[in-house]
């Protein structure tokens, strides 16, 4: 948040968002938000995104005439994700990286389908901006990381991107008012 960059230096290191993910066997096309208009979507309860889904729903959904999005949130994501497997829902939206792990774990039973994430959030490690040192020593590592290959490795295998420096600059600045 930008109220915190102002009291602590940040080194970004990943960009994180949600994805759509369908039961293997669903023959829905559900690859963006809008997507989800007349459809019942689980969360993890309290997420983030239920309220663009909702503003969604309300704005673009309901002026297209497409029918709401109906949001079923439950306590954990393991939960949501059943709710997709048991054809409770047509969809499931949460943290891409989350739903890359509950692929693995169900067996491929649930596929995602979303090619980007959606309402991204850039994910940086804070630091003391006293602390120079450390700050440069995190900052090599990371580098390094970068030149030897790995970054990307870690980057894909956990369904997250690496943020640019627009995208970095955009999350910490304050918005105008």
């Known amino acids: 948040k930008p109220e915190r960059a102002q009291k602590i230096t940040f080194i970004p290191y990943m960009k994180t968002g949600v994805s759509i ?18 459809k019942k979507v689980s969360s993890i ?4 995104w239920i309220a663009n889904l ?8 309901a002026s297209k005439g497409l029918g709401t999005i109906d949001v079923r949130e439950f306590p954990t994501s393991p939960e949501a994700s059943q709710a997709v497997m048991s054809g409770g829902v047509d969809a499931q939206m949460e943290d891409s990286a989350v739903l890359k792990d509950a692929v693995a774990k169900t067996g491929g039973r649930l596929v995602v389908r979303s ?14 901006q006293q602390n120079k040192a450390l700050q440069e020593t995190l900052q090599n590592g990371l580098n390094k990381l970068k030149s030897m290959g790995v970054y990307q490795k870690l980057l894909a295998k956990y369904n997250v991107s690496a943020p640019s420096t627009e995208e ?8 105008a008012q």
């Open 21 to 38: 993910a369908v039961s293997v066997t669903s023959k829905n096309n559900l690859l963006t938000p809008e997507s989800l208009c007349g």
């Open 54 to 61: 909702k503003k969604m729903s309300e704005g673009y959904c």
């Open 45 to 48: 309860k309290g997420a983030a």
């Open 168 to 175: 970095f600059k955009a999350a910490i600045t304050p918005a």
């Open 115 to 128: 090619k980007q994430n959606f309402y991204p959030v850039i994910v940086g490690l804070g630091l003391n």
